[in-house]
């Protein structure tokens, strides 16, 4: 199963995960809300994994100008 990372607000690739032995048990999915796991992740027809976070660059932009969140896609 791969796993992929990307930032929610840039689109930008944060890492990929492709190994069989890691599931969502050992990435800690199982402790997410049901309304976390709707909003974090999201499945492919080929049963990937996208996990979608905020980058280190958006989240400085964020913590500086917060009305960004306001906007529909602050940083596209």
């Not at 930032?7 to 999915?29: A, H, P, V």
């Not at 999201?42 to 906007?71: A, F, I, W």
Request: proline share 5%.
């Amino acid at each position: 199963m791969a796993i992929t990372y990307m930032c929610r607000y840039c689109n930008s690739q944060l890492g990929q995960i492709d190994n069989e032995e890691i599931t969502e048990m050992k990435l800690g999915f199982h402790q997410l809300t049901p309304n976390e796991r709707q909003d974090i992740i999201s499945y492919d027809v080929k049963g990937h994994t996208l996990v979608r976070v905020v980058c280190e660059s958006c989240q400085e932009m964020l913590e500086k100008n917060p009305e960004l969140l306001l906007l529909p896609h602050p940083f596209q």
